[in-house]
């Protein structure tokens, strides 16, 4: 099988197994545990952040972030494609007493503008109306995934979280593979942590780690992450097992992202040539391709179970097919698919 469903079905690589054997441990939920505060260490460095707080998914990361950041009964403002919105099982809402504000993605990925201003101006009149529930956090995500796992423009996202922070709301940022954009677009992410009052990072996805996610920020920020995070019951012991992969995963995972990359345009190009052309296939700006049977030919139903068939798995997502290239796939993987495929109708 041809495993393009996820970047997520990454197995650790042999330096990571290995550094894990040997790692340094404590317990963590005492703040003891060297490998866990490295890497927690290192990955406030790396944004330019005070603090940071190593988390079991990046689902909790998020979640720790928004109630951290806003008080029950308030707002978040999201993007209608976001995962926070789409695949978080609600959490904000059930956990942490937030109303999801979701708000049209731009086609870059990042908030539409006018549409945040809107959202942001029921902020201001929550001040004066108490039928008004104000926004308590704003957030974006980084690279987009349902929006074709797109790079948003950084100017954008810059004025976007001044219009926020202008408020005095807070802005976080889903930077589940914020690796990617910084790779495809050369951003530092010194500037990714500047426009942010939180990040998260995973480090399972692209960069092969098992587990883990770390959110960043500044001290106090991170005080209250950790205390939800032990209220959802995401405090672990000797996590640093896991950070150890994650310090290996910061230190030899980024750069190698633009392999992936490179994948993921040789792919699109195979995609596009195959099945008599029957395919829409959209340009890639990272790991992810998204494409779709275009109107009249088979559906989109169809070409997942034919590419299933020929042993190759892909996803759906909305209207598109997902697939996403990453380090577990052999350098031969583009012309295998376009061999698989040929002789196909
Ligand atoms: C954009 C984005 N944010 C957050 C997450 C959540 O990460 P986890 O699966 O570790 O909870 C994912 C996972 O796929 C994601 O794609």
Redesign the pocket.
Known sequence: MIDLR?D?VTRPTRAMLEFMAQAPLGDDVLGEDPTTSRLEEETARLFHKEAAVFL???????LCALITHAARGTRVVCGTE???FQ??AGGASALGGLAYHPVANAADGGLEPLALAEALATHRAAAEDSHIAPVGVVAF?V???RCGGTVPAIVGLEAASASARALGVPVHV?G??IFNAHVASGVPLSRYGALADSL?V?L??GLSAP?G?VLVGARDFVRGARRARKMLGGGMRQSGVLAAAGVVALATGITRLADDHAMARALAATLESVLDGALEVRSPQTNIVFFRAKPGSRSNTDVVALLRERGILVGGMGAWIRAVTHADLAPSTVEEVASRLRSAR
């Open positions: 996820s997520t079991p998914t990046g689902t909790m990361a998020n976001s995962h926070v695949y978080e995500e690279t987009q995934n889903d589940a593979r998260q995973c399972s996805k587990a996610s």
